[in-house]
């Protein structure tokens, strides 16, 4: 990327309608293609999400041998994405456990994870810990020693956006 990651920080107060208008990309572009990506993403719209987090993505592309390739998954993402990943994680070892509300993250004294602790009352330990969560139940959770430090002080930016699922059934009489 030209300019490097200085010029991809300095990126960070301008929203991705804003930065396209900078570069003299027409709105159109915004509306017919970010959007569309955004919300298959579950990103923020464009008026709000900050240029840096495109643009950190797009570096890394541009620097991988085959970064210019993209794709898309050959059937819906739990079959095709998240299964392989739950399977690989099982193949070296680790558990997976669905459907477990963290209740408080313990941390040893050097600021590491100590363990997980759940709504139930169970523990969890382990060597290392893979988490998925919204933002706003992220922010809740986090220890407070983990709150100053940049990485986690950056997710004060990020709200949770509200969604809302419904189910329709038909049935036969």
Request: charged share 20%; proline share 5%; glycine share 8%.
């Amino acid at each position: 990327m030209i300019g490097g990651q200085a010029y991809v920080e300095a990126q960070d107060g301008l929203s991705v309608r804003q930065w396209m208008r900078n570069q003299g990309i027409p709105d159109r572009v915004t509306d017919e293609v970010f959007i569309a990506m955004s919300m298959a993403l579950n990103f923020i719209n464009p008026d709000e999400l900050s240029m840096q987090c495109i643009l950190i993505a797009l570096n890394r592309f541009l620097q991988e041998k085959h970064g210019s390739k993209m794709a898309f998954l050959d059937g819906n993402p739990p079959e095709r994405l998240c299964v392989p990943i739950v399977n690989h994680m099982k193949s070296l070892g680790g558990e997976v456990q669905l459907n477990s509300q963290i209740k408080k993250i313990e941390l040893n004294d050097d600021g590491t994870i100590k363990s997980f602790v759940l709504n139930g009352g169970d523990v969890i330990e382990g060597d290392a810990y893979v988490f998925a969560t919204p933002v706003d139940i992220l922010k809740l959770l986090l220890p407070e020693s983990w709150r100053e430090i940049p990485y986690f002080k950056r997710l004060e930016k990020l709200i949770g956006v509200p969604v809302i699922m419904f189910t329709y059934g038909l049935t036969e009489n």
